[in-house]
């Protein structure tokens, strides 16, 4: 599925459709997608976090360590579920079956957004 050629109703439908097999899908991160530390407005100052830069944003935005690893692993050659195992990996004390849900919304957000460009079957 590239979302390039895709409305955002088409690619809700496409994720309808695949539903829970999304975790045998190979996510591929848009090119122009980076992940990088700058300095963000915290409480009244600046602080140094991760943030997420898009094509399609302006601005950069923070984002969670979960987003950071699904961008990552999403180099087009590794699976959703696969992807979600080495994240439980990198973890002390994390299954893989805690990161199923989470993970799966994860993609499906990055998806929508753009920041995942396409979501191939495996």
Do not use: N
């Not at 600046?46 to 302006?58: G, P, Q």
């Not at 893989?96 to 191939?120: A, W």
Request: with cysteine; glycine share 8%; hydrophobic share 35%.
């Amino acid at each position: 599925m590239d979302i390039q050629t895709q409305s955002q109703h088409e690619k809700r439908k496409a994720l309808d459709e695949i539903d829970e097999s999304i975790i045998d899908y190979i996510p591929t991160v848009h090119p122009e997608t980076k992940i990088e530390k700058r300095p963000v407005l915290g409480e009244g100052k600046f602080e140094w976090a991760m943030v997420l830069t898009t094509a399609d944003r302006e601005e950069p935005i923070p984002c969670s360590s979960i987003v950071q690893l699904v961008v990552k692993g999403s180099d087009g050659k590794r699976t959703v579920g696969e992807i979600l195992r080495v994240i439980s990996e990198f973890y002390d004390g994390v299954e893989y079956k805690q990161l199923i849900d989470p993970g799966i919304e994860t993609v499906k957000i990055l998806y929508l957004d753009g920041v995942i460009s396409s979501l191939d079957s495996g």
